[in-house]
């Protein structure tokens, strides 16, 4: 890659976070556009999910079930490799990994919230509002709380290199997202990648953890504790520590989005927001030559 081309895209992902800090300035200076995440103290607003201990084990086990179910089917019609051979990560067997994951949860929530639980159906959001108005204050949002994001993972990183240091945890390997978009993919798959990253799986991950589980938690406990558990519950199920923390403060800030808004569509957004800047952040550093690791 000849120098020039290797600056401007050094430069833009340099002017765009640039852009995202002046922004986020800004909205934090004016009151009138800042957006406040507050508890929720309108409790008729977001009502929880009145639904026992019991059956929310029947709900996570039927949806585990679910999604065994379908990877085992789909990886029977998949080719082993080699004992002893290295390979990189295929995008065909990742993209079907990613539908096999997020399809059969939905196809339970939809499947439980019918069939089984139809007298506490969940209401996912209570406010109505244009689909519009709910991106504009979800990009607003965003662009307010992502530069505190960063921080979060300045943070995190350096609290995890003195770990590392003190050997009191390894060397973290390549994420699997990473390893994908390192490798010279068709554009077709990039696209695919990319509209799963970006559409399906917010969509799916925001009824699961904000409209299901945290309407449930907030049954049971107080809403902060319920909005805490949750965040906490979805950073782990990532299973990345190298992103533990950013990704409980995002979690937290989801949450309360939801039920500061009562709409999911808001969290969603806000969720589809971030991971594609996340996409394009990576992609530019790819461009550019910069190691994506």
């Not at 089984?116 to 689909?131: E, I, N, P, R, V």
């Not at 709409?263 to 550019?288: D, R, V, Y």
């Amino acid at each position: 890659m000849n120098e020039p081309i290797l600056n401007n895209y050094i430069w833009a992902m340099t002017l765009l976070t640039l852009a995202i800090a002046l922004g986020s300035l800004l909205l934090w200076l004016n009151q009138s556009q800042r957006k406040r995440l507050y508890f929720g103290t309108d409790q008729t607003k977001l009502l929880p999910w009145q639904i026992t201990w019991v059956d929310l084990g029947i709900f996570i086990f039927a949806m585990f079930v679910a999604v065994f179910a379908c990877q085992s089917i789909v990886s029977a019609w998949i080719p082993d490799v080699p004992e002893g051979d290295s390979v990189l990560l295929n995008p065909s067997i990742a993209i079907i990994s990613i539908l096999t994951l997020q399809l059969p949860i939905l196809i339970v929530y939809y499947a439980f919230q019918k069939f089984y639980s139809s007298d506490y159906a969940l209401q996912l959001s209570t406010q109505k509002s244009h689909w519009f108005n709910d991106f504009i204050s979800s990009f607003l949002t965003f662009i307010q709380y992502l530069p505190l994001i960063w921080l979060c993972s300045i943070v995190w990183s350096f609290v995890l290199s003195i770990l590392r240091e003190l050997s009191w945890i390894e060397e973290f390997p390549v994420q699997p997202i990473i390893e994908l978009l390192s490798q010279d993919l068709p554009l077709l798959q990039v696209l695919l990648i990319a509209s799963f990253a970006i559409i399906l799986a917010p969509i799916v991950e925001e009824i699961l953890f904000r409209g299901c589980f945290y309407r449930f938690l907030k049954g049971k406990f107080s809403i902060l504790l319920a909005q805490i558990i949750s965040a906490v519950c979805f950073a782990i199920v990532h299973g990345n520590l190298a992103a533990f923390l950013p990704l409980t403060l995002i979690g937290f800030i989801l949450v309360r989005i939801y039920e500061s808004s009562g709409s999911i569509k808001q969290a969603i957004f806000f969720h589809a927001l971030f991971n594609a800047n996340s996409f394009l952040f990576m992609t530019l550093i790819k461009l550019s030559g910069i190691p994506i690791e």
